[in-house]
């Protein structure tokens, strides 16, 4: 508990330049360090960065945003992503785009209902997501919305001797 109390006492905030008196076509871009620790993951350490905008001059524009994030961990997992979200003066459309990579260790136990807690074993996959989407104003706060979205895994490790590399390696035969 003390070491976390350290880190948050620790962190910095990195913000750029304060509010300008019109705060319609205010823009701000916000860093921050990421350091957690789990016994599954060990020690994660990376960075996040968001920048918040809005387009125009209307100030009933809803805010629109690009951010990034990067984390690493002390046992070799990962997560990145960085992400556009960005609404039209007057909010009559949105368009977001994220791209994603994530490969965190997770409990398995079989498949079905059936399925013993002493059946766990872990394994990590490596997951890149691609999401696109975009949002048209029919009538008021009505929005038609019109998204595609791509997952795309690979499983990186598993336990030796557990059910999913017997799987695996059933695949690759067929291959």
Do not use: C
Request: aromatic letters at 14%; zero cysteines.
């Amino acid at each position: 508990m003390l070491f976390s109390a350290g880190v948050l006492l620790t962190t910095v905030l990195l913000q750029d330049a304060p509010a300008a008196t019109d705060s319609t076509s205010h823009s701000r871009l916000t860093a921050l360090p990421v350091v957690s620790y789990s016994d599954v993951t060990g020690l994660q350490y990376g960075a996040t960065a968001f920048f918040g905008f809005r387009a125009g001059s209307d100030a009933t524009t809803r805010a629109s945003s690009v951010s990034v994030y990067a984390s690493r961990t002390a046992k070799d997992h990962a997560k990145y992503y960085a992400q556009y979200d960005g609404w039209s003066e007057h909010n009559t459309s949105r368009r977001r785009l994220r791209v994603e990579y994530m490969s965190y260790p997770l409990p398995f136990f079989g498949i079905g209902s059936r399925s013993d807690e002493s059946d766990e074993e872990w394994y990590s996959s490596g997951v890149t997501t691609l999401q696109v989407f975009s949002q048209f104003r029919l009538k008021g706060a009505t929005y038609l919305h019109v998204g595609w979205r791509n997952v795309s895994s690979t499983l990186r490790e598993y336990e030796a001797d557990g059910f999913l590399a017997q799987i695996n390696l059933d695949v690759r035969r067929r291959h």
